[in-house]
């Protein structure tokens, strides 16, 4: 896909010496920086899955945990209907 970005003058300057040096174009070198961008923005589906697989659970003013995850208790409750 063909996009128009507008880049400072001194930007594109050195971006001319940094792809003249490496032996790549400007467009190579913009789609690298928005692929390094996107990767650091990202926000992790896989980073937060199961994050809390294993936790200890406590109720408020409970010196002893929980003895099971809320999705067993829930479940546990539902049975009994």
């Given at each position: 896909?063909?996009?128009?970005?507008?880049?400072?003058?001194?930007?594109?300057?050195?971006?001319?010496?940094?792809c003249s040096?490496?032996?790549?174009?400007?467009?190579?070198?913009?789609?690298?920086?928005?692929a390094?961008f996107i990767?650091?923005?990202?926000?992790?589906?896989?980073?937060?899955?199961?994050?809390?697989?294993?936790?200890?659970f406590?109720?408020?003013?409970?010196?002893?945990?929980?003895p099971?995850?809320?999705?067993?208790?829930?479940?546990?409750?539902?049975?009994?209907?």
């Amino acid at each position: 896909m063909r996009t128009l970005i507008d880049l400072p003058e001194k930007q594109m300057k050195e971006l001319a010496e940094i792809c003249s040096e490496r032996g790549f174009s400007r467009a190579e070198a913009v789609r690298q920086a928005v692929a390094i961008f996107i990767e650091q923005n990202r926000t992790s589906r896989d980073a937060a899955f199961g994050l809390w697989k294993g936790q200890t659970f406590f109720l408020p003013g409970d010196s002893q945990p929980l003895p099971e995850d809320g999705l067993a208790y829930q479940e546990k409750m539902r049975s009994e209907w």
